[in-house]
């Protein structure tokens, strides 16, 4: 079957760290690049980060680059994001969801996502 | 960024009825477009990629339009069970953006 479990959330207090993670199962992980999107209570869907299948590239939303870092264990067939200097509008339900992919140019680029997690709860409030 | 503009914001429709939703980008997108379907409590889940194409094992009365800027998601006959949350999702250029989102409810 394939899934993406995320763990990690939890509550914690403004500028305190913590980390998340993603484990997947049922699919190669390490041919799929991976995404964080998140929720704040009653909003929308936001994107938070991306990596690529082989970690070679990352990006970030503004709101939290310079803050958290996505990173990937292949080996683990994990999923990671390191949340530092954690903020009070950082409070929401974190998915990890699977993209597809396509070639641009020979190179992998992101499209859509496939394979979501029921998502972890993070509150940030002092 | 690539801004992503929906709406409604919020729909009431009749078991039955034809649901029309917009996404408007601020920049022209191509094809590269997605919907999203979400219920209360539960995860996102992918309904239309590459504005018209259906995901497999999505409904039929499911179907998305549109390239460019302007694109429109469709629901033929409203059933109970498609009360949701539909958002649009643009992939021409990162960051990623999503729509704001369209609440649908039964009348």
């Known amino acids: 079957q394939v899934q993406v479990v995320e763990s990690g959330g939890g509550v914690d207090q403004p500028g305190r760290s913590l980390r998340l993670s993603c484990a997947a199962s049922?699919?190669?992980?390490?041919?799929?690049?991976m995404h964080w999107v998140r929720q704040a209570p009653g909003k929308g869907l936001e994107w938070v980060a991306v990596i690529w299948h082989d970690g070679s590239n990352k990006y970030y939303a503004d709101s939290v680059k310079g803050r958290f870092t996505i990173s990937r264990d292949n080996s683990k067939n994990t999923l990671y994001l390191q949340m530092n200097s954690l903020r009070g509008d950082d409070t929401a339900v974190y998915h990890c969801?699977?993209?597809?992919?396509?070639?641009?140019?020979?190179?992998?680029?992101?499209?859509?996502?496939?394979?979501w997690g029921k998502g972890t709860t993070v509150t940030v409030s002092s | 960024d690539i801004q992503m503009t929906q709406s409604p914001s919020s729909l009431s429709a009749s078991v039955g009825d034809r649901v029309t939703i917009t996404c408007q980008a601020s920049?022209?997108?191509?094809?590269?477009l997605n919907w999203y379907q979400q219920k209360p409590g539960t995860a996102p889940k992918l309904l239309i990629y590459?504005?018209?194409n259906l995901e497999t094992g999505v409904p039929s009365r499911f179907s998305g339009s549109g390239s460019g800027t302007d694109f429109t998601f469709t629901i033929s006959s409203l059933q109970p069970e498609d009360i949701a949350t539909y958002y649009c999702?643009?992939?021409?250029?990162?960051?990623?953006?999503f729509g704001g989102g369209t609440k649908v409810e039964t009348k």
């Open positions: 920049q022209d997108i191509r094809n590269y």
């Open positions: 590459d504005a018209s």
């Open positions: 049922g699919f190669s992980f390490r041919s799929y690049g």
């Open positions: 969801a699977r993209d597809r992919g396509v070639l641009r140019s020979l190179e992998w680029f992101p499209t859509y996502m496939d394979v």
């Open positions: 999702q643009q992939y021409d250029n990162l960051p990623l953006t």
